[in-house]
Each structure stands twice: as C-alpha cells, then as structure tokens.
C-alpha cells in the first residue's frame, strides 16, 4: 500500500537540483537512492521527511499534503510517524546510549526493544557516554533511537557509511526486519551498490530526475 508519494518536486539553491520528481513509497518495502557527491539526495530525503519545503509540487503523505499543513501537525508527524537517520546522528553526547534511545521510546511508550539492542550489537557500550563511543557505534545507537519510537517511514541518509561490510550488512537485516514486522517503509541514501541491491528498489538521482538503476 502506498504511504508516501512525491509529485512533481522541483529544489534548486543557486542551480536545481532536481525538476518534477516523482517517487513513491509503499508500506513493507525498501527503496534506495544512490547518485554522485552533491547531485541532491539528502536535499530530497529532507524534502521528503518534513525538514525542507520543495520549491514546487507536493509530498503526500497518508493523502495529506505535508507542506500545506501547520507548522504544529508537521512537527507531530516528524516526531511520532517519522524516523529520520541523519548522517550527522544529533545523539546528546552527555547522556548514555541507554538514555538516548530511552528518550525515543517514550515517545512510543513502549519499553527499550532488547532484541533490537541485541541486534545492533550495542548492549556492551548501553551505558557509556555518547561522546565517548566511536562514529559506527553512535550510527547504531542512532539507528536504535529511530526504531524505538516505532516508525511509519525511516528516511535514512547513509545508515551504514560508517560501518564495516559485515556491521553494514547486519544494519541492513535490522531495517529490512523492522519495516516487514511493521508495516513500516525505508527510503535510505547511499554510496554503496550493495548496500542498494538490499532494497526492494533503486533509483539513482542523475540529470535532475530519478531514473530506475
Ligand atoms: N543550505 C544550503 N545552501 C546552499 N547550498 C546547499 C545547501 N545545502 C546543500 N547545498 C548544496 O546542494 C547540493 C546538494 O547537496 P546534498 O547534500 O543534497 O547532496 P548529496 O547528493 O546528498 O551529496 P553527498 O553524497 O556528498 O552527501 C550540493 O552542491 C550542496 O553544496
């Protein structure tokens, strides 16, 4: 079933980026989108998950139009339907990665899914400092964090760019698990060709337009 669906998007900052873009999302499926350095991804996953207002044309979301809604029922979406993967992970470095994804899970107000920390394999460092866990570790606890508060969609941008092929992979099996036990839809943003095959479908962002890979 279809959840989310981009109608004829156009970007541009000082040159555009894309031009009537057009992509859909179902629930139960994964879809990747590679491209070049700079060719616009994030800009589009921003685009696609409430950050940034396209410049024309429209993200339907569960048939609402997300950019004519109030600032107030796009901020409840993005915090309780949406799980956005930054590369940047916006983890607060001064609490434990047990609190970090605490935080989410209030949000649900469901308890910490053990499986799911056992998975990521992070249930050594729960209780160490954000600031002092490596760059893949707090990519994993980011990724924790998402699925704790059980979203509809996760737009991720590059979710395994920090990690090891075999750590990637295994990242790869949790999201690919979430969205089929939950109904739930993944639009990820990669680099990596592998890590595209895992999804149901890839596109690569080229000449403004999304193109089947
Ligand atoms: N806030 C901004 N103001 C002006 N230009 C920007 C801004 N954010 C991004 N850009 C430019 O827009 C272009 C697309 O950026 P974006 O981050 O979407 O690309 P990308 O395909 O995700 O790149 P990468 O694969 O390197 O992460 C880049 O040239 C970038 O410099």
Known sequence: ??????????????????????????????????GVSGCGKSTLLHILSTLLKPKSGEVIYNEKSLYKLSENELTKIRRLEFGIIFQAHYLFKGFSAFENIELASILSGLNI???????????????????????????????????????????????????????????????????????ASLVLVTHDNDIASRCDYAFRLENKKLITR
């Not at 873009?21 to 990747?32: C, D, I, K, Q, V």
């Open 1 to 34: 079933m279809q959840i989310l669906r981009a109608c004829d998007l156009s970007f541009s900052y000082d040159y555009t980026l894309f031009e009537n873009l057009n992509l859909s999302l179902n629930t139960g499926e994964s879809t990747a989108i590679l």
């Open 113 to 183: 899914d053990e499986n799911l920390v056992k998975q990521l394999k992070i249930e050594q460092i729960l209780n160490q400092k954000v600031g002092e866990i490596s760059g893949g570790q707090q990519q994993r606890v980011s990724i924790a964090r998402v699925l704790s508060k059980k979203p509809k969609i996760i737009f991720a941008d590059e979710p395994t760019g920090n990690l090891d092929k075999q750590t990637a992979s295994e990242v790869m099996d949790v999201l690919s698990r979430y969205i089929k036990e939950n109904n």
